[in-house]
C-alpha cells in the first residue's frame, strides 16, 4: 500500500523557520510534491522535486532524499497568513498523485 | 498558474437525491482530471480518475454506480453523486492537468452537505 507520514499540527512564530517532514513508503515514486490548503479552500501547488536536492521558491524551499524515501518543507520568514495545513504528495506515476495526512501549521504572533 | 472552476461551490440536498459537481478548465484542454473527497481536518483521497473520452478509473473501495463520472471533452468532467445520504457529506475537489507529467491544479472544491 501508500503511506505518507507528516507531523499533525506544527506551531511557530512569525518570522521564524519552520520545517515540516515527510516519510513515504510508495509502489511507484517518479517524485514529491508539496500544497497548501487554508481552510474550506482548494490545495494550491508550492513545490515539486524529482530529483534529490533542494528546490528553492521564494520563502519556501523543498528537500528530498529518494535514497531516504523523505522530504520536508522549509517555510522562512512566517508570517501570520501562512497559517493553513500542508501536505506532502507523491506522484506515484503519471497520473497518480497520493496525498499525505497533511500538516497543520499554526503561525503564532 | 492554469484555473481549474468548480461548480458549485457550496450544495445543500435532501437525502435519497443526486448532485451533480462540475469541473472545467478554463484555460487549457485536460486529458486527465481527477475526483477527491476530503473529511474535516483531514487529507485528499483520491476517488477516481477519468480521462476524456473514456471510463473512469475508481480507486478501491469507491462504488462506480454511486458516484458517476463523465469526461466527455477536454475541458469538463462532472461528478454525480447518486442517491446521496449524510454520510457522503464531505468537500469534494476536482484537479485537471495538461498531460501526463505535467502539475496538476485544484479546482476550489465542493463543499456537499447532506439532510
Known amino acids: 500500500g501508500q503511506s505518507l507520514e507528516q507531523p499533525s499540527e506544527v506551531t511557530a512564530v512569525e518570522g521564524a523557520i519552520v520545517q515540516i517532514n515527510c516519510t513515504y513508503q510508495?509502489?511507484?515514486?517518479?517524485?514529491l510534491s508539496w500544497y497548501q490548503q487554508h481552510d474550506g479552500g482548494a490545495p494550491t501547488f508550492l513545490s515539486y522535486?524529482?530529483?534529490?536536492g533542494l528546490e528553492e521558491t521564494g520563502r519556501f524551499s523543498s528537500f528530498l532524499s529518494r535514497s531516504d524515501s523523505y522530504g520536508y518543507l522549509l517555510l522562512q520568514e512566517l508570517q501570520m497568513k501562512d497559517s493553513a495545513s500542508y501536505f506532502c504528495?507523491?506522484?506515484?506515476?503519471?497520473?497518480?498523485?497520493?496525498f499525505g495526512t497533511g500538516t497543520r501549521l499554526t503561525v503564532i504572533p | 498558474g492554469a484555473v481549474v472552476s468548480q461548480h458549485p461551490s457550496r450544495v445543500i440536498c435532501k437525502s435519497g437525491t443526486s448532485v451533480k459537481i462540475e469541473c472545467r478548465s478554463l484555460?487549457?484542454?485536460?486529458?486527465?482530471m481527477f475526483w477527491y473527497r476530503q473529511f474535516p481536518k483531514q487529507s485528499l483521497m483520491l476517488m477516481a480518475t477519468?480521462?476524456?473520452?473514456?471510463?473512469?478509473?475508481?480507486e478501491q473501495g469507491v462504488e462506480k454506480d454511486k458516484f458517476l463520472i463523465n469526461h466527455a471533452s477536454l475541458t469538463l468532467s462532472t461528478l454525480t453523486v447518486t442517491s446521496a445520504h449524510p454520510e457522503d457529506s464531505s468537500f469534494y475537489i476536482c484537479?485537471?492537468?495538461?498531460?501526463?507529467?505535467?502539475?496538476?491544479?485544484f479546482g476550489q472544491g465542493t463543499r456537499l452537505t447532506v439532510v
Open positions: 484537479s485537471a492537468r495538461q498531460g501526463a507529467n505535467t502539475e496538476a491544479f
Open positions: 510508495t509502489s511507484g515514486f517518479y517524485g
Open positions: 522535486n524529482g530529483l534529490d
Open positions: 504528495a507523491v506522484r506515484t506515476g503519471a497520473n497518480n498523485l497520493f
Open positions: 484555460d487549457f484542454q485536460a486529458t486527465t
Open positions: 477519468s480521462n476524456e473520452g473514456s471510463k473512469a478509473t475508481y
